[in-house]
């Protein structure tokens, strides 16, 4: 008996430290899940709160940086018409060369640039439109960039530009403040004896014929408030047609050292309020009260510096070719919030639109 003890004794102990070693095996592969899966969540956490410190370090107004999603380049400031309230009038002559203006619709891209709106003064002046041309296939081509658009007077866009370009286009959108030529010309747009409101309809067709959106925009004034547009506007029948209050930039269309006095052009929100109500069924009419307008676009100009409008004058930051995006942007003055309020986001890619071509 005492020798069957000394036999079994030591082997129900070993058993017993075998069961322990497999109980441990068992929850091995529990504890690696959930000391790795904890792990990454920590080092993912830890990143975001860094790099959040490290924008709101940069710029301790903000908790984030702003993404350019949406961007205006004016690259130019000639123009071949007049208008009185124009608030980017022609103080330099100077564009940037084809191959600088890339690299910097490059750095927006990387910045987070999903829409491009090319203006000016006149974009289809520089190189009778292949300057903007090669930009706009460039954009999207190249960047694939979701939405490329132009604001235009629309008096020097050919066919054959469209037969070029038309494809690379998103939106094309057209300025016409009045469908009586006599209140165009009142207001300076147009060029001698060429109708503003043929071009208009001209454009119409080719945006149907070459598949681009077509856009209106109109800045209420002194001379159009007054104006019923319903009936030709349902005849266009734009995607969207914006609708602008007349707004006063000094150093642009005020003050002693701008090239245009826009005062006598000015109505009262009370009268803009008038003009929305009487074409309120319009179901694409975009309205942009001075307020909405002022701080909500993001503006380059033909350097490729931010316009900061919070003054109610355009300060420019430094250019992004020299500092950046990242760096540029804390002086845009751009109000993120309102351009949301405006709409600024919307239906942009002609491929998103249900088009009535
Ligand atoms: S068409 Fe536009 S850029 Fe040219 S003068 Fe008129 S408002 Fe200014």
Known sequence: MQRAAFFWEPLKLLSKKLNF??????LLPFWCWHNIWGKKNTVVGARSTWAR???????????????????????????NYKCGFCFHTAKTSFVLPLEEAKRGLSLLKEAGMEKIN?????????????????????CKEELALPSVSIVSNGSR???????LYGKHLDI???????????????????????????????LRKWCRDYGVAFKLNSVINRFNVGENMNEQIKAINPVRWKVFQCLIIKGENSGEEALRQAERFIISDEEFNLFLERHKRISCLVPESNQKMRDSYLILDEYMR????????????????????E???????????????????????????????
Request: with cysteine; glycine share 8%; hydrophobic share 40%.
């Open 21 to 26: 070693f497999l109980f441990i095996l068992k």
């Open 53 to 79: 410190r490290r924008t709101a370090n940069a710029n301790p107004e903000r908790e984030a940086a702003v993404i350019p999603t949406s961007v205006n380049y004016h690259f130019t400031r000639q123009c």
């Open 118 to 138: 090319f203006s000016g003064g006149e974009p289809f002046l520089h190189m009778r439109g292949e300057f903007v041309g090669k930009l706009v296939q460039f």
């Open 157 to 163: 866009i050919t066919e054959k530009w469209f037969q």
């Open 172 to 202: 094309l959108a057209v300025s016409c403040d009045s469908f009586d030529e006599n209140v165009n010309v009142l207001i300076g747009r147009g060029q001698g004896k060429k109708s503003h409101i043929e071009s208009l309809q001209r």
């Open 306 to 325: 931010f316009l900061n409008c919070r003054n109610g004058r355009k300060d420019p930051s430094k250019s992004i070719l020299d500092v950046g995006v």
């Open 327 to 357: 760096n540029a942007i804390t002086f845009s003055g751009f109000d993120e919030k309102m351009f949301l309020q405006r709409g600024g986001k919307y239906v942009w890619s002609k491929a998103d639109l249900k088009l009535d071509w």
